[in-house]
């Protein structure tokens, strides 16, 4: 299947091959969720099968651009790298890096995990030296870093820091990981992938004092509790520190996650209810994520179909209810509907109640006008 | 001191030995540069009568030394190994003043972390011995990449010198024949070095002198001829032993890539967690092979076919053969091209002694026929190539970078210079059929005048 994803990884030498297959399989190295990406191969000897590759890892909301060299001529001997950012191990020291890279040191090309252990310690390595740079940037980077590590529930693999020098103006930026308990979250439809929330805090002008956080969801938890841009998260105002701000942003969170809790309970508890009330005329419903429910009802020999859509912040926001008649077809020939706009509704009503006062309305004032409307727009 | 001051000098033969040298590898190629750190000290006087002295410093490349199997010199991480380093060196270690990578199909050349490691370690290594300063010492990328249509090669090269924590570029300058490798561009005054080692006189001045040529008599044709017959006759005498040491040297390659082959092929088999019993019988017969001296194919196609051990099957041919054979079969080839294109180069300038005007034509013929008649024929080279390859289209990768057992480095050391310099010549000599004297003279010059390390 992989090879499939990767047409490339079938022209790599075959000893790199294993090594390079468990790097592109890994689903995260470093904080940034995200996998390594295979940009593009090459051969260090005329041979038909490539031995050298260019990683795209991701970091700190970048991509990093790793040349990795191996050399079919000698299968033992590690990979060599060239980073895409230059002041990487400019002047590297072979005991430091020793100490960094201690799996390139007992490199072993029979080892499957041999080329990721040595990324692995080769990001860790980058971050401390992102780290170092960001200590060179005056006390308010440095500053927030350390409070952030030392002070709150942060640990410090779950933030990565990048000095982004070269940029006019030049920017440091923090991702931070998230990390709750997302499991309580509804169930939904699709989930492939984990649940991620990140926070990007954006640093730059004068002094580092201008800031813009940015909070990234992963899709499925997008879906959960909407995009991040109609969440409006709290604002950072210059002279707030990261270590307020971050479990600001975490209580936020939290928040949104309880609601989409209770809204997800609530379209689950008026579903039930004409469940009950209507277990006779159901024609489907959303066993899953109570988004949506059919019912079929009679009045006075005709039949119409009652669809439900309960809206994500339901009960905040009414259901959407569209009636639609089971004779009539419309001259673009679908079944006449309608969507009906005038019900009564109140958020602080009892589940139970809301159901039926929806229903009597249906019956007693919606249906007469919807039928007139029906025979009216029908086609023939 | 301003950067203009500091330059690269390379002799053409020397540049051009770097470069052979790394096209016949097979893929990557590391190396040493050696030569001398010359300083110069410029005095000029102003307007004013002021004297200002200002010191120039040319870092000499005089010849270059390929490490065919640099896995033997450093691990992977980039760590180099002392003793084994000092044991390849030997004792040319003072004349080290720098190193070189070649790399195929890239585009940038830029070091990459294992070749800063190395920099940095290769020049503290070679500075405590030399005396030349750490900053001085250079590394040489070099790489060479093909087109999309593989019509056009290209070959870039940068030298750098690692100076406060950066690698900066350094120029590069190409001497022109003679000793004026010192001499500043635009100044007829051949400035002396402030301090040069002093050293034998290198092979062409010890050439010239043994000639004891009487310039006021002698018309600059005849010295010319001299010279040049001297310097062929030279040549040949080196060929030879360049052939025998290059056969030996690839031979001790092959044998040396041919069980490292092994001993990964045994990783794998031992990795693959065989069951009991058949496990037991391919370590054994790896062992065997290991220890056996004389290394039989035969042997190995007994393991390959074995039936009861499919999964080796596999594995074996995917390590043990993971290359073609053509370099090898190409080295031995260039060893019978050379003893070929030597024999008629000679006869072609005994030609020329003879009969001047005639040589053009008379060498025309030779060209077209070149195995007839030669003088010396080099017959057990070229009979012994033909068998030798025909046992080597099977197995391992011949040479260019190898894979090493330090047991296998004295063997290897041997004579590894000469063979280059001599086959570059012949090898340029006999694709240009119309050479005029100042030719022959430069190339015979050019050729000995590398040959300096012996």
């Known amino acids: 299947m992989l090879n499939q994803q990767h047409p490339l990884l079938n022209t790599i030498d075959s000893y790199i091959e294993p090594l390079l297959k468990r790097v592109l399989q890994t689903k995260r190295l470093g904080v940034s969720y995200g996998p390594i990406k295979l940009d593009s191969v090459s051969s260090s000897c005329n041979k038909n099968k490539n031995d050298c590759f260019k990683l795209s890892i991701p970091y700190a909301g970048e991509h990093l651009m790793w040349n990795v060299l191996f050399d079919s001529q000698c299968p033992e001997m590690g990979p060599d790298f060239i980073f895409n950012d230059q002041n990487f191990l400019m002047n590297p020291d072979i005991d430091i890096l020793s100490t960094w890279v201690p799996s390139l040191v007992k490199w072993n090309p029979n080892e499957t995990d041999a080329l990721l252990n040595v990324l692995m310690e080769l990001l860790l390595y980058y971050k401390e030296h992102q780290i170092q740079l960001l200590g060179k940037q005056g006390d308010r980077l440095q500053l927030e870093y350390s409070t952030l590590v030392g002070e709150t529930e942060i640990c410090k693999e779950d933030i990565e820091v990048m000095m982004l020098l070269g940029l006019k103006p030049a920017e440091a930026r923090f991702l931070i990981r998230i990390s709750m308990d997302y499991t309580r979250l509804p169930p939904r439809m699709n989930k492939s992938q984990n649940d991620e929330a990140m926070l990007l805090v954006t640093f730059y002008g004068p002094d580092w004092n201008r800031i813009s956080p940015q909070l990234y969801l992963s899709k499925t938890l997008e879906d959960a509790i909407g995009r991040p841009e109609s969440l409006h998260i709290p604002p950072l105002p210059p002279n707030k520190y990261l270590m307020d701000y971050v479990p600001e942003v975490i209580k936020f969170m939290e928040e949104k996650i309880n609601s989409a809790v209770q809204c997800f309970e609530s379209r689950k508890e008026f579903i039930v209810f004409l469940l009950v009330l209507q277990r006779g005329s159901i024609v489907e419903y959303d066993a899953i994520e109570f988004n949506w429910i059919i019912i079929l009802l009679e009045h006075r020999d005709f039949h119409f179909l009652i669809h439900f859509n309960l809206p994500s912040i339901f009960p905040k926001e009414k259901p959407q209810i569209t009636l639609q008649s089971v004779y009539h077809v419309t001259s673009q020939g679908i079944l006449y509907r309608e969507v009906l706009d005038d019900a009564p509704y109140s958020p602080r009503w009892p589940m139970k109640l809301m159901v039926d006062k929806l229903l009597t309305y249906i019956i007693e004032n919606a249906v007469q006008k919807f039928q007139a409307n029906s025979i009216k727009n029908n086609r023939f | ?454």
Not at chain 2, 209 to 237: N, V, Y
């Open chain 2, 1 to 454: 001191m301003a950067d203009g001051d500091l330059l690269v000098t390379i002799s053409g033969a020397a540049l051009s030995l770097l470069f052979y040298e790394n096209v016949r590898s097979v893929g990557e190629q590391m190396g040493f540069l050696l030569g001398e750190a010359l300083e110069f000290i410029v005095k000029t006087y102003t307007d004013s009568d002021n004297q200002v002295e200002t010191i120039k410093i040319h870092i000499n490349v005089e010849t270059i030394m390929t490490c065919p199997l640099s896995d033997i010199l450093y691990d992977s991480s980039g760590r180099i190994n002392k003793e084994k380093l000092k044991d390849f060196v030997r004792d040319k270690s003072r004349q080290v003043i720098g190193w070189f990578r070649f790399r195929r199909n890239t585009s940038n050349l830029t070091p990459t972390m294992r070749d800063k490691v190395l920099h940095k370690q290769f020049a503290s290594h070679f500075s405590s011995g030399n005396g030349c300063r750490e900053d001085f010492f250079l590394t040489c990328l070099l790489n060479a990449s093909i087109s999309e249509t593989r019509g056009t090669h290209k070959f870039r090269h940068v030298f750098l010198r690692h100076k406060r924590g950066m690698f900066e570029p350094i120029p590069l300058r190409i001497n022109n024949l003679g000793d004026d490798a010192s001499r500043h561009d635009g100044s007829d005054y051949k400035p002396t070095p402030v301090r040069k080692s002093a050293r034998l006189p290198d092979g062409f001045t010890e050439l010239i002198e043994s000639l004891k040529l009487d310039m006021m008599r002698k018309s600059g044709l005849d010295s010319a001829m001299m010279i040049q017959k001297a310097a062929e006759q030279h040549l040949m005498s080196l060929i030879p032993k360049v052939c025998e040491s290059d056969l030996e040297v690839a031979e001790l390659e092959r044998q040396v890539r041919e069980l490292k082959d092994k001993i990964m092929g045994q990783r794998l088999i031992r990795k693959m967690k065989m069951n009991g019993e058949s496990y037991e019988r391919t370590s054994k017969a790896n062992r065997e092979n290991c220890f056996s001296e004389k290394i039989d194919s035969s042997t190995k196609d007994e393991m390959k076919i074995s039936d009861d051990m499919r999964l080796q099957k596999e594995q074996i041919p995917s390590c043990a053969q993971p290359v073609t054979s053509n370099s090898w079969t190409q080295s031995r080839n260039t060893a019978a091209c050379i003893a070929k294109s030597v024999t008629n180069q000679e006869k072609i300038r005994r030609g020329r002694g003879n009969l001047q005007e005639d040589s053009n034509q008379q060498q025309d013929v030779t060209q077209n026929s070149p195995c007839t008649n030669s003088r010396r024929s080099v017959p057990e080279i070229v009979t012994e190539s033909i068998c030798q390859e025909n046992n080597e289209a099977s197995m391992g990768r011949g040479r260019g970078r190898g894979r090493g057992n330090p047991d296998f480095m004295p063997g290897m050391k041997k004579g590894r210079r000469n063979p280059n310099t001599s086959q570059v010549h012949s090898r340029e000599r006999s694709i240009t059929p119309e050479q005029d004297f100042s030719d022959a003279e430069c190339s015979a010059a050019v050729s000995l005048s590398s040959t300096v390390l012996r």
